[in-house]
């Protein structure tokens, strides 16, 4: 097991409505990556948070943002979901350097209905 | 588009078999693959990985090759085991100034006992 915690396991929302999923990093890891991963699919990147910035997005639409805080943990938000949006999302704690290995959390099962 | 793939979505094995999981590449630019393994219900678990400066790399039952010239790489797990049923991803690991990974559609690794 990693040391990466995501809440909730799961969750309902109704298009329209807004959500907003959370992740605490593995101790010492001062990076978090956010994936987005349909079923049967292989998880897709959506962005990554370094210093509390953005550091790195993928090919999401705006009303997929991010927060990270001083201790490292790290906020998904996503407004006006879509019946698309439903998904498990991944969190990814790491170091920022390249070689540096990133550890998943179990992830969070969203589904709008 | 550049991708990451695999050649078959399902792989059916004997307890005690080994097993050999393929994966497929575009980028002749790619220089670091990482194996994970996604048990039901939970997070990518890092398994192993390779930068492109080797051919082989082993682990713990496991073995990854990687062929640069025809840009395949295979992840090999000796005498499979049933905890070893999963989906396993292979991924590449993109540096655009921030690290993020690209990752294939997923084998699923069936074992009977």
């Known amino acids: 097991e990693t040391g990466v915690t995501q809440s909730p396991t799961h969750l309902i929302k109704t298009r329209g409505q807004q959500v907003t999923l959370r992740c605490s990093s593995q101790s010492g890891h001062n990076t978090v990556s956010w994936y987005q991963q349909a079923l049967g699919q292989g998880p897709q990147f959506i962005f990554q948070y370094y210093r509390e910035e953005e550091n790195g997005r993928g090919n999401f639409p705006p009303r997929f943002s991010g927060l990270q805080f001083p201790n490292y943990s790290s906020e998904l938000n996503v407004n006006a979901l879509e019946l698309d949006d439903s998904a498990l999302y991944l969190c990814?704690?790491?170091?920022?350097?390249?070689?540096?290995?990133?550890?998943f959390g179990p992830g969070t099962r969203l589904l709008v209905l | 588009g550049e991708s990451v793939g695999l050649h078959l979505p399902t792989l059916s094995v004997q307890e005690g078999d080994n097993s050999i999981i393929n994966c497929a590449y575009s980028?002749?630019?790619?220089?670091?693959f990482i194996w994970y393994k996604q048990e039901s219900g939970k997070g990518p678990q890092f398994i192993i990985d390779i930068r492109s400066n080797m051919d082989k790399r082993q682990g713990q039952r496991v073995t990854v090759l990687l062929n640069k010239t025809v840009k395949h790489l295979s992840l090999q797990i000796a005498a499979t085991q049933p905890g070893d049923s999963a989906v396993y991803f292979c991924?590449?690991?993109?540096?655009?100034?921030?690290?993020?990974?690209?990752f294939g559609t997923g084998t699923r690794l069936l074992v009977s006992p």
């Open positions: 990814a704690s790491s170091q920022k350097d390249f070689q540096e290995t990133q550890y």
């Open positions: 991924a590449e690991k993109r540096n655009t100034g921030f690290q993020k990974l690209v």
């Open positions: 980028n002749s630019a790619s220089d670091y």
